[in-house]
Antibody
Framework: QLQLQESGPGLVKPSETLSLTCTVS??????????WGWIRQPPGKGLEWIGS???????YYNPSLKSRVTISVDTSKNQFSLNLSSVTAADTAVYYC???????????WGQGTLVTVSS | DIQMTQSPSSLSASVGDRVTITCRAS??????LNWYQQKPGKAPKLLIY???SLQSGVPSRFSGSGSGTDFTLTISSLQPEDFATYYC??????????FGQGTKLEIK
């Protein structure tokens, strides 16, 4: 059974960089056809797609966040990561990692991790 | 960017009711429309993909329909465990998969 698990600091200061890692178990992140993505949800609000990465390193970002987002993959550790720079309170959210195919929904999700931006 | 608009934003219904939630895309997305259910403190759960295909393990009281710009999620007979928030998502735009704003289904 595939499992995804987010990890990283739960508190980040304004203007700093938010860094999260998603560890994939029960399957290989290098499997062809699958993309690995990040989605976030501010408290009490809806879901926002952040971006995705293919195991080869090809990335796709939400245009509204593109200038601040970097997603990377480490196939040797079966992990992929999210960096979001210059954070503000508006970036406070539960961050989820998930798996999907091209033009297809996310069928496996992590449990989510709350990141609060505050001094 | 493709905008997804759900209606209603919230809905009160009773156990046994038939419920329909609507999702409209700002441009045609063919059948690249997915529906998720989310309960408080949990990750979203995939219910319907490709507009009308039922995800494995999802009860048959859930169904989806539509194509182009207009889509619906129907729950034929509400069960207590169905009270949750529902989101549509388009997977047509190249790896920029936007969501609707959500529909909160509450007990009347």
């Amino acid at each position: 059974q595939l499992q995804l698990q987010e990890s990283g600091p739960g508190l980040v200061k304004p203007s700093e960089t938010l860094s999260l890692t998603c560890t994939v178990s029960g399957g290989s992140i290098s499997s062809s056809s699958y993309y690995w993505g990040w989605i976030r949800q501010p408290p009490g609000k809806g879901l926002e797609w952040i971006g995705s990465i293919y195991y080869s390193g090809s990335t796709y970002y939400n245009p509204s966040l593109k200038s601040r987002v970097t997603i990377s993959v480490d196939t040797s550790k079966n992990q992929f990561s999210l960096n979001l720079s210059s954070v503000t309170a508006a970036d406070t959210a539960v961050y989820y990692c998930a798996r999907h195919r091209a033009a297809a929904p996310s069928d496996y999700w992590g449990q989510g991790t709350l990141v609060t931006v505050s001094s | 960017d493709i905008q997804m608009t759900q209606s209603p934003s919230s809905l009160s219904a009773s156990v046994g009711d038939r419920v329909t939630i609507t999702c409209r895309a700002s441009q045609s997305i063919s059948s690249y429309l997915n529906w998720y259910q989310q309960k408080p403190g949990k990750a979203p759960k995939l219910l319907i993909y490709a507009a009308s295909s039922l995800q494995s393990g999802v009860p048959s009281r859930f169904s989806g329909s539509g194509s182009g710009t207009d889509f619906t999620l129907t729950i034929s007979s509400l069960q207590p465990e169905d009270f949750a928030t529902y989101y549509c998502q388009q997977s047509y735009s190249t790896l920029m998969y936007s969501f609707g704003q959500g529909t909160k289904l509450e007990i009347k």
